[in-house]
């Protein structure tokens, strides 16, 4: 494998918060625009942020998932049930 179709392979590169954090970043220092640190490094955060954003909305869901299915009077939970059961009854069936 030569080295050009390995870079290709590996994936690297920058990506576009890195790009903006150096455009940001030096812009900042040569002092062409007067923004705050924090909006300067905001292609760090803002990702990130959505990221665990997006893993607390899963979580919420899955909880709320969870304590449907707990509750007993789930037509998700008596479908299971009933389903399990009539699996049961077949095993029986064919152990007699």
Known sequence: MTNKNRRKSAGGGMGLP???LI???ILKLTHVIDWSWLWVLS????????VVLFFIIIGIILLAA???????KSRMTAGIK???CKKDQEDNIDVQ
């Open 18 to 20: 890195t790009l903006l």
């Open 43 to 50: 292609p760090l955060w803002i990702p990130a942020s959505l």
């Open 82 to 84: 009933s389903w399990f």
């Open 66 to 72: 969870l304590i449907g299915l707990t509750s007993g």
């Open 23 to 25: 455009i940001f970043l």
